[in-house]
């Protein structure tokens, strides 16, 4: 009976470290796929700020890449960081009335209608 329950346990431990680092790589897709999504965005002075929201806070060199694009394209934007659980994973970018939704949430609803 002990050895089977070792069993189990072992098996969940080893789910549970593939579904980390899983979202871990999907993570950093979403990420990577909404930054593209945001440099191939339309110049526009007008924008005063560019909302980032996502599931846990961001790396260094993507917020880098993103103040990049910002001083190139949205001169006058301030930058807002967001952190929301509901997101799962992923990142959404708000650039005036543009949504770049690349939220693990988003992709799972549409995964599922």
Not at 90 to 96: D, P, S
């Amino acid at each position: 009976m002990s050895t089977l329950l070792i069993l189990f346990l072992g098996q969940c431990v080893f789910a549970v470290v593939v579904i980390f680092v899983l979202k871990k790589i999907l993570d950093k897709e979403l990420a990577g796929a909404a930054l593209e999504k945001f440099e191939s965005c339309k110049t526009s002075p007008d924008i005063k700020e560019i909302v980032v929201r996502s599931a846990s806070s961001l790396g260094d060199e993507f917020k880098n890449r993103l103040e990049s694009v910002r001083k190139r394209k949205f001169v006058q934007a301030n930058l807002n960081f967001q952190q929301d659980s509901a997101l799962k994973g992923g990142v959404v970018i708000i650039v005036g009335d543009l949504l770049l939704d690349f939220s693990l949430s988003n992709r799972l609803r549409h995964f599922w209608s």
